[in-house]
């Protein structure tokens, strides 16, 4: 595997722009396609057209698929909510989640900081989305500061209750409860990474958010999604592939590109996705100014090798 540095000033060199996936499909040949979910094949509503017959036929290269996703809910809900949405969950190896990957070393606690985490929890999810459950992780809800040991965020609409309920709550209600326990010093995990998802062309915030504003408070926060390298060492060992055999695809520079910059991989950057705007991007297939991706990339030291305008073949 080539080291950081050299992965991110060989792909600033070598960006290349693509009209479809075909060409890079069927000249590279790599064996995992680690895919985003969110802003690259649905926008949380609905498939991007061309999405479900680009998967069909990138299947039928040989290509092993995994959706590598900050979704905080888990993998299971992840594949359902794709079949309902019309895609093949068949098509896919798998899929490996913020939430999942979350819930699993929760449940373990084989990590040593995982294992040094107490009991009782702080615990923001969603409402209107629909509540996070933490069944199986044998946690304490509590909704006083002074009782919690860490934070676990998941949603950023409301507050988990002891009984299982939820109080909805706006974005500015939970930054005042992170204040009060980041004076208490106590940890967050953070289920979903992402600042902010496409939902149906709009922006929607994420518990990223809440967790970047964590850190300006001094809290310790763990990041269980991208672009920390966890994620995608676990989606490259569900697909049975090692870095120079995988490629990710997503539409986020901050997550998605500068995650897989982190674990030595290729990547494609759909331009479509949440950098429309800052792209001048207005309508699906669209294609980005290059020079404007290239700035944007600088901004966020985040180096794609591919460039697309959609997920489309």
Same mark, same amino acid.
């Given at each position: 595997?080539?080291?950081?540095? #050299?992965? +991110?000033?060989?792909?600033?060199?070598?960006?290349?722009?693509?009209?479809?996936? *075909?060409?890079?499909?069927?000249?590279?040949?790599?064996?995992?396609?680690?895919?985003? *979910?969110?802003?690259?094949?649905?926008?949380? +509503?609905?498939?991007?057209?061309?999405?479900?017959?680009?998967?069909?036929?990138?299947?039928?290269?040989?290509?092993?698929?995994?959706?590598?996703?900050?979704? #905080?809910?888990?993998?299971?809900?992840?594949?359902?909510?794709?079949?309902?949405? =019309?895609?093949? /969950?068949?098509?896919?190896? =798998? $899929?490996?989640?913020?939430?999942?990957?979350? !819930? *699993?070393?929760?449940?373990?606690?084989?990590?040593?900081?995982?294992?040094?985490?107490?009991?009782?929890?702080?615990?923001?999810?969603?409402?209107?989305?629909?509540?996070?459950?933490?069944?199986?992780?044998? %946690?304490?809800?509590?909704?006083?500061?002074?009782? $919690?040991?860490?934070?676990?965020? !998941?949603?950023?609409?409301?507050?988990?209750?002891?009984?299982?309920?939820?109080?909805?709550?706006?974005?500015?209600?939970?930054?005042?409860?992170?204040?009060?326990?980041?004076?208490?010093?106590? /940890?967050?995990?953070?289920?979903?990474?992402?600042?902010?998802?496409?939902?149906?062309?709009?922006?929607?915030?994420?518990?990223?958010?809440?967790?970047?504003?964590?850190? +300006?408070? =001094?809290?310790?926060?763990?990041?269980?999604?991208?672009?920390?390298?966890?994620?995608?060492?676990?989606?490259?060992?569900? @697909?049975?592939?090692?870095?120079?055999?995988?490629? @990710?695809?997503?539409?986020?520079?901050?997550?998605?590109?500068? =995650?897989?910059?982190? @674990?030595?991989?290729?990547?494609?950057?759909?331009?479509?996705?949440?950098?429309?705007?800052? %792209?001048?991007?207005?309508?699906?297939?669209?294609?980005?100014?290059?020079?404007?991706?290239?700035? %944007? @990339? #600088? +901004?966020?030291?985040?180096? /794609?090798?591919?460039?697309?305008?959609?997920?489309?073949?």
């Amino acid at each position: 595997m080539m080291p950081q540095s #050299s992965i +991110k000033s060989s792909e600033a060199q070598l960006l290349q722009t693509l009209n479809g996936l *075909q060409h890079l499909a069927e000249t590279h040949r790599f064996k995992a396609w680690l895919l985003d *979910q969110f802003g690259v094949l649905h926008d949380g +509503k609905q498939p991007y057209p061309g999405a479900i017959s680009t998967l069909k036929k990138l299947a039928s290269t040989g290509a092993r698929m995994v959706i590598i996703s900050n979704s #905080s809910r888990r993998a299971s809900t992840t594949m359902e909510k794709m079949k309902s949405l =019309g895609f093949d /969950p068949s098509l896919f190896v =798998g $899929a490996i989640t913020s939430g999942e990957l979350t !819930h *699993q070393y929760l449940q373990r606690r084989d990590d040593d900081w995982f294992a040094a985490l107490g009991k009782s929890c702080i615990h923001m999810t969603w409402s209107d989305r629909g509540a996070i459950s933490l069944k199986g992780l044998d %946690l304490q809800i509590v909704e006083n500061v002074e009782e $919690a040991e860490f934070v676990l965020a !998941h949603g950023t609409e409301a507050l988990g209750h002891p009984s299982g309920a939820v109080c909805p709550m706006t974005l500015e209600e939970l930054e005042k409860i992170l204040e009060r326990c980041a004076a208490k010093r106590i /940890p967050m995990v953070v289920a979903n990474p992402d600042f902010v998802t496409v939902e149906a062309r709009a922006l929607r915030v994420m518990p990223g958010t809440l967790a970047a504003k964590y850190e +300006k408070l =001094g809290g310790e926060v763990k990041w269980m999604g991208k672009p920390d390298k966890i994620i995608y060492k676990s989606a490259m060992a569900m @697909a049975g592939a090692d870095a120079l055999d995988s490629i @990710a695809v997503g539409d986020s520079l901050h997550h998605d590109i500068k =995650g897989a910059n982190e @674990a030595g991989i290729h990547s494609a950057f759909i331009t479509g996705g949440i950098h429309a705007t800052e %792209l001048g991007v207005s309508s699906f297939g669209e294609v980005a100014d290059l020079s404007s991706v290239q700035a %944007l @990339a #600088s +901004k966020y030291d985040a180096y /794609p090798s591919f460039v697309l305008p959609a997920f489309t073949w």
